[in-house]
């Protein structure tokens, strides 16, 4: 498919606006399988309550420019949060409840710090705070540039009452369309430049879903897709419940062009039978994939193509959605159950 605080360097607040209808995750069909496993671990991603991770990497440092999601920006890690008129900087909660900057360091791999997350803390039903979140509503243009069957709303992605969101997936008509899900935004809410960003998700299964936990660059209303880049942080079709891509798309290196990676659970197992953990580290001029603090990939603009240009050096939004047929997975068959649920602990972003 297709955020910025920053504690030591400091909290730029703003506005970051940016229109224009973004694709889903990976765009076209077609993502090859550069299968990879081993590697490296960089965190355990621990659920609340349980404290986060261990491990290392190194980051890009300095002081931090921009305002409101635009203006100059350097190669410091950086976070905007704006839109809203909120000032406060969520750290999370430990298993009692209690909250501050020391008990967050748990949150986060060893050097790292917490600079924004959603634990996703509230009432059963409840949709997601809209200090963070915006839902899309529709079908965007062509099933997302996919040809997908879902029909967006906000209904779809909703709090359990135990500290999660939930995203369903549902065989139903509405507005002409057959299934009904959720997709979800930081854009015009929070924005972010380089970090450690992970998600703890239990995902779906079964031919023609699509799950997916990505970034977009927040030029996309001026800079348009592909150009304005995408990072996809984890994604997965149904029909291969044991894999996981994570894959980068840019100008001339998009859709099935675009550099990826596969990671395969060891033993069989299923990513629809738990939660694991899928991560991001990104810094100048590099990320890397992580499935449960397993270093998978890698990617330097080495990995574009000579005369491509690298657009992962300015600030990004998050998305969380769950697609349903599409050009990649193709479409459910008789497969396919339905209601299917994505289910999402909490979404991350650490910096140094």
């Known amino acids: ?41 960089a965190q355990t991603g621990g659920s609340k309550g349980s404290g986060g991770a261990t491990g290392s ?33 969520d750290v999370g909660r430990d298993s009692n409840g209690g909250q501050g900057m020391d008990g967050a360091q748990g949150y986060c791999p060893s050097g790292w710090q917490l600079a924004w997350s959603d634990e996703f803390d509230g009432a059963a039903g409840a949709t997601a705070d809209s200090g963070k979140w915006v839902y899309e509503t529709g079908n965007g243009s062509g099933g997302w540039g996919n040809a997908e069957l879902e029909y967006y709303r906000s209904q779809n992605g909703v709090l359990d009452g135990n500290g999660n969101l939930v995203i369903t997936a549902k065989q139903e008509t509405v507005s002409g369309f057959n299934y009904t899900s959720s997709r979800l935004k930081t854009q015009g809410k929070v924005t972010l430049t ?32 592909p150009g304005c880049g995408e990072i996809d942080v984890m994604e997965n079709i149904g029909n291969e419940p044991t894999k996981v891509h994570g894959t980068m798309h840019g100008p001339g290196y998009s859709g099935g062009a675009g550099p990826t990676a596969t990671y395969t659970l060891p033993g069989g197992g299923k990513f629809a039978d738990d939660f694991h953990v899928f991560a991001i580290e990104w810094e100048q001029n590099v990320v890397r994939w992580y499935v449960d603090g397993t270093l998978y990939s890698t990617k330097t603009p080495a990995d574009i193509g000579s005369g491509k240009t690298w657009v992962y050096d300015k600030p990004f939004f998050i998305l969380l959605n769950f697609a349903v047929g599409g050009q990649w997975p193709g479409n459910p068959d008789s497969t396919t159950v339905f209601p299917q649920t994505m289910t999402v602990d909490y979404v991350r972003v650490c910096q140094r």
């Open 1 to 41: 498919m297709r955020r910025r605080v920053t504690l030591a360097l400091g909290l730029v607040l703003g506005l970051v606006a940016c229109n224009g209808n973004q694709p889903t995750a990976g765009h076209d069909a077609g993502l090859p399988d550069t299968s990879a496993t081993g590697g490296q671990p």
């Open 57 to 89: 990497g190194g980051a890009a440092t300095g002081g931090v420019t921009g305002s409101g999601g635009s203006g100059t920006w350097d190669a410091s890690p950086d976070i905007s949060i704006g839109g809203d008129g909120n000032t406060a900087v």
């Open 194 to 225: 380089y970090g450690h960003i992970e998600s703890r998700i239990k995902l779906p299964y079964g031919q023609g879903v699509w799950p997916a936990f990505w970034l977009l660059g927040n030029d996309i209303g001026a800079n348009a897709w």
